[in-house]
C-alpha cells in the first residue's frame, strides 16, 4: 500500500463508511419517487425496491471483501467512489428511458429497480469492507474494528433515511437530489485519488424469542390488517345502520346499509352538490379515484339508476370488507390496482365526472395529486365533465393550495369549496377542489349548499388567485404531500 490510503486515518475512514451507507439509502428512498410514474405507489414496488438495495448491499459487500483479500485495498476506494457517484446520477436516467415500455406485475418492478439502482448499491457497498481491510492492524482486534465500522455503516444508514424521508423531499425535486449525491461521492474519490502519491449470540437469541413470544401472546391493533391499511368497521351508537370505516386510526368513510343516501361527511356533500348543479338529471359516467367504504356506489345508484360507475382501488381487502360490512352490491365495477396505472385503460372522453377520494392516512398518495396525473384525468372527461378531489389539510393549506395550483396548470376553471375558517388559517379540514374545461356555476353550487344548511363557500377567479398565494403546481418530480401536511 501506498499514500495516504495505506494509513487511512480514523476520522477519513469513518467518514467514508457513514457516507456511502447513508448515500445507499437516499438512493433507496428516492427510487419509490423515480419509479412511481411508471410503477405507481405500492407495497409491490417498495418491496422491489427494499430487495433490490439489500441485493445491492449483498453483492457490493462480498465482492469489496473479496477485491480487498487480493491486492492492494488503498488503491480501491477512489475508483469505486468516482463509480457509485456516477451510476446514481445515471438511476433516473435509466429509468426514464425504460419505464415507459414496463408492465405491471413483480417481475417489472424487479427488473426496473435492478436496472436503475443496483449498480449504485453495489458499488458504494464495496468500500465498507475495504476500509476495514485497511484498518486491521492485526487479528486480535478484528472484533471491535468491524463492530465499529458496522455501526458506523448504520449510523449513515439512519442519518440518510431520516435526513431524506424528513427533510430533502420536502425542500428539493427528486433529480437535484440524486445529482448533488452523485457530485459529493465522485469530487470525493476524485480527491482522494489525487492525495494518493459468543455474548452477543447468547443476547440475539433471547431477545429473537422474547419478540416470538410477544408476537404470539398478543393480538394485533386491526380488525382487518390489510396489504395497505389496518381497518376496523365502527357500528356508529347514534345510528344503528351507520358505519363508520377506520383506515390507519383516521375516519376513512361513512355509509348507512339501509339507506345509501344518508351522507354523513361534509366534503361528500359539497361533491354531490356539485355533480346535482352541474349534471341536474339522468345517469352519469363516473369514475373514483379511490374506494374506500363505497360511500358514492350506493349512493348514485340509488338517486341516478342506470348510472355507469368505475371505481379504481389498490386495495382488494377494500372491496371485500364493503361487500361484507358496508352494504356494497357491486353497485360499481372495481378494478384493483394502483390508479395512476389503471387510469390509461379508461376510453378518453367517455367520463362525466371524476371523483379523487384515495388517501393513505391524511394524504393522498403524492402520484395521485400531480400535473402529470390531472392531465391523465382531463383526458378521460367527456365534455362538460369534471373532476373533483378530497384533500385534508391543516390550517397552513399548503397542500391544498398546491393541489389548486395543480388543477390550474390543466383546467381553464378550477374551484374550491370548505368553511370560512379554512380560509382565513384558522381552521383545516377537508377541502373540495374542482376542475373543468366549462365554467363553475358558483352562486348555484352555493345556493344549493345554503339550501342543505351548509355553511361552505367557494372560491374562483381572483379570490382562489389570492388564496393560492403563487404556490407552485405539485409534478411527479416534486411533490412533498406528506411533508406539506406535516409542515415540514
Known amino acids: 500500500m501506498s499514500g495516504i490510503l495505506s494509513?487511512?486515518?480514523?476520522?477519513?475512514?469513518?467518514?467514508?463508511?457513514?457516507?456511502?451507507?447513508?448515500?445507499?439509502?437516499?438512493?433507496?428512498?428516492?427510487?419509490?419517487?423515480?419509479?412511481?410514474?411508471?410503477?405507481?405507489?405500492?407495497?409491490?414496488?417498495?418491496?422491489?425496491?427494499?430487495g433490490v438495495i439489500l441485493a445491492g448491499i449483498s453483492v457490493g459487500a462480498w465482492i469489496g471483501g473479496k477485491a480487498a483479500d487480493r491486492g492492494d485495498p488503498g488503491r480501491l476506494i477512489s475508483p469505486l467512489l468516482v463509480a457509485g457517484g456516477l451510476t446514481a446520477m445515471?438511476?433516473?436516467?435509466?429509468?426514464?428511458?425504460?419505464?415507459?415500455?414496463?408492465?405491471?406485475?413483480?417481475?417489472?418492478?424487479?427488473?426496473?429497480?435492478?436496472?436503475?439502482?443496483f449498480a449504485p448499491a453495489a458499488v458504494l457497498s464495496a468500500i465498507p469492507p475495504i476500509v476495514v481491510k485497511i484498518r486491521l492492524a492485526s487479528l486480535q482486534?478484528?472484533?471491535?474494528?468491524?463492530?465499529?465500522?458496522?455501526?458506523?455503516?448504520?449510523?449513515?444508514?439512519?442519518?440518510?433515511?431520516?435526513?431524506?424521508?424528513?427533510?430533502?423531499?420536502?425542500?428539493?425535486?427528486?433529480r437535484p437530489i440524486v445529482t448533488v449525491v452523485g457530485i459529493v461521492l465522485v469530487l470525493l474519490g476524485v480527491?482522494?485519488?489525487?492525495?494518493?502519491?459468543?455474548?452477543?449470540?447468547?443476547?440475539?437469541?433471547?431477545?429473537?424469542?422474547?419478540?416470538?413470544?410477544?408476537?404470539?401472546?398478543?393480538?394485533?391493533?386491526?380488525?382487518?390488517?390489510?396489504?395497505?391499511?389496518?381497518?376496523?368497521?365502527?357500528?356508529?351508537?347514534?345510528?344503528p345502520t351507520g358505519r363508520l370505516l377506520i383506515l390507519d386510526r383516521e375516519h376513512n368513510s361513512y355509509v348507512d346499509i339501509e339507506d345509501p343516501t344518508h351522507l354523513e361527511f361534509r366534503y361528500i356533500r359539497v361533491m354531490v352538490d356539485l355533480i346535482d348543479t352541474e349534471m341536474p338529471a339522468g345517469p352519469l359516467d363516473v369514475l373514483s379515484v379511490g374506494g374506500g367504504g363505497f360511500t358514492f356506489p350506493g349512493y348514485l345508484e340509488a338517486t341516478r339508476p342506470d348510472t355507469e360507475h368505475l371505481v379504481l382501488e389498490i386495495d382488494s381487502s377494500l372491496v371485500d370488507i364493503g361487500r361484507k360490512h358496508l352494504g356494497f352490491h357491486d353497485e360499481a365495477e372495481v378494478i384493483v390496482d394502483d390508479a395512476r396505472r389503471s387510469i390509461d385503460g379508461v376510453p378518453p372522453g367517455s367520463i362525466d365526472v371524476v371523483i379523487g377520494?384515495?388517501?393513505?392516512?391524511?394524504?393522498?398518495?403524492?402520484?395521485?395529486?400531480?400535473?402529470?396525473?390531472?392531465?391523465?384525468?382531463?383526458?378521460?372527461?367527456?365534455?362538460?365533465?369534471?373532476?373533483?378531489?378530497?384533500?385534508?389539510?391543516?390550517?397552513?393549506?399548503?397542500?391544498?393550495?398546491?393541489?389548486a395550483a395543480t388543477?390550474?396548470?390543466?383546467?381553464?376553471?378550477?374551484?374550491?369549496?370548505?368553511?370560512?375558517?379554512?380560509?382565513?388559517?384558522?381552521?383545516?379540514?377537508?377541502?373540495?377542489v374542482v376542475g373543468s374545461h366549462n365554467p363553475i356555476d358558483l352562486e348555484r353550487v352555493a345556493a344549493a349548499i345554503r339550501s342543505r344548511g351548509g355553511v361552505e363557500i367557494g372560491l374562483s377567479g381572483p379570490e382562489l388567485d389570492r388564496f393560492v398565494d403563487g404556490a407552485d403546481p405539485l409534478t411527479d418530480d416534486y411533490a412533498p404531500v406528506d411533508q406539506m401536511l406535516t409542515g415540514l
Open 7 to 50: 494509513i487511512l486515518p480514523q476520522l477519513l475512514a469513518r467518514s467514508l463508511v457513514f457516507i456511502t451507507a447513508a448515500a445507499v439509502l437516499i438512493l433507496e428512498i428516492l427510487a419509490g419517487r423515480v419509479l412511481a410514474p411508471y410503477l405507481g405507489v405500492s407495497l409491490e414496488v417498495f418491496t422491489g425496491i427494499i
Open 90 to 117: 445515471a438511476a433516473p436516467l435509466i429509468v426514464d428511458l425504460v419505464g415507459p415500455a414496463a408492465s405491471t406485475g413483480p417481475l417489472s418492478i424487479v427488473v426496473l429497480s435492478l436496472l436503475g439502482f
Open 141 to 174: 482486534e478484528t472484533g471491535s474494528v468491524v463492530g465499529a465500522y458496522s455501526a458506523i455503516g448504520t449510523a449513515g444508514a439512519l442519518f440518510g433515511t431520516f435526513v431524506t424521508g424528513f427533510v430533502l423531499i420536502a425542500a428539493f425535486p427528486t
Open 191 to 239: 480527491g482522494l485519488w489525487a492525495a494518493r502519491t459468543t455474548m452477543s449470540a447468547v443476547a440475539s437469541v433471547g431477545a429473537l424469542a422474547l419478540l416470538g413470544w410477544l408476537l404470539v401472546a398478543f393480538d394485533g391493533p386491526c380488525q382487518y390488517e390489510t396489504t395497505y391499511h389496518c381497518a376496523e368497521v365502527v357500528v356508529d351508537p347514534e345510528r
Open 357 to 403: 377520494d384515495a388517501f393513505s392516512g391524511l394524504t393522498v398518495p403524492w402520484h395521485l395529486t400531480t400535473v402529470e396525473f390531472v392531465e391523465a384525468v382531463g383526458e378521460k372527461l367527456a365534455p362538460g365533465g369534471f373532476y373533483t378531489i378530497n384533500v385534508i389539510d391543516r390550517p397552513e393549506a399548503r397542500f391544498a393550495r398546491a393541489e
Open 407 to 432: 388543477l390550474e396548470e390543466v383546467f381553464e376553471h378550477v374551484a374550491i369549496f370548505a368553511p370560512p375558517g379554512y380560509f382565513t388559517g384558522d381552521l383545516g379540514g377537508n377541502y373540495v
